[in-house]
Nanobody, 122 residues
Framework: QLQLVESGGGSVQPGGSLRLSCTTF????????VGWFRQAPGKEHERISC????????YYADSTKGRFTMSRDSAENKVYLQMDKMKPEDTALYYC???????????????WGKGTQVTVVA
């Protein structure tokens, strides 16, 4: 069964940084459009970044633009989310997801990880 595995979550103080990673052992992430999503208690599911398989173009939600950076490491077969200048409102369960069927970040994702918890607290 195909699996995505996230790691790197934890607790950090406001203004701090964390780096999340996402990987799979079944195929190359270079052939997938990959997104990072998050959901906080009582809030809607939010797509915060995405990288297109076509040309590596990245997309960021307004809530994370300028603070979060998504990147791909083909050699490691990982996708990263570098989170800087973190705020308490970044507290959420963060998910990695992908589709192998589209270059478009708006296309529905087909495979989801189980998530990694990120908590920003003083």
């Amino acid at each position: 069964q195909l699996q995505l595995v996230e790691s790197g979550g934890g607790s950090v103080q406001p203004g701090g940084s964390l780096r999340l990673s996402c990987t799979t052992f079944e195929f190359s992430l270079d052939y997938a459009t990959v997104g990072w999503f998050r959901q906080a208690p009582g809030k809607e599911h939010e797509r915060i970044s995405c990288i297109s398989r076509a040309d590596g173009t990245t997309y960021y939600a307004d809530s994370t633009k300028g603070r979060f950076t998504m990147s791909r490491d083909s050699a490691e077969n990982k996708v990263y989310l570098q989170m800087d200048k973190m705020k308490p409102e970044d507290t959420a369960l963060y998910y990695c997801a992908l589709t192998k069927y589209s270059d478009n970040c708006d296309y529905g994702m087909d495979l989801w990880g189980k998530g990694t918890q990120v908590t920003v607290v003083a």
